[in-house]
């Protein structure tokens, strides 16, 4: 067990926990992408979600190897703004969606 816990505290500690969940970020981002009836535009609409879940997780990994903290800060910075226009564009949506039901 004590084997076990160093491997995954190694894990973690050396950033690498990070980088596989953008791998697996990306990988489903796409996936649901190509799979719909309109890739281009689910790849759009899903776009600032991956960025600021993979500047989130690349900020994770920074702070885990005790990175730079400008490096940190500009991460988590890069994914208030893709959350910010995620959002956006979100409630856009629903306000036209909302319009058009009232017409």
């Known amino acids: 067990m004590a084997e ?3 491997w995954l505290t190694a894990f973690f500690t050396s950033g690498w926990v ?5 791998l697996v970020l990306w990988t489903v981002t796409i ?3 190509r799979l719909s009836p309109a890739p281009r535009a689910t790849l759009r609409a899903l776009l600032a979600n991956a960025v600021s879940g993979s500047a ?4 994770f990994g920074s702070a885990m190897r005790q990175g730079p903290i400008l490096l ?3 991460l988590l910075a890069l994914s208030l703004i893709a ?3 995620d959002l956006r564009a979100r409630l856009s949506a629903q306000a036209s969606g909302l ?4 017409e």
């Open 72 to 74: 940190l800060a500009g």
């Open 31 to 33: 996936a649901a992408a």
């Open 56 to 59: 989130l997780l690349a900020a």
């Open 4 to 6: 076990m816990t160093a």
């Open 83 to 85: 959350f910010l226009l």
């Open 99 to 102: 319009r058009r039901r009232t």
């Open 18 to 22: 990070s980088v596989i969940a953008i």
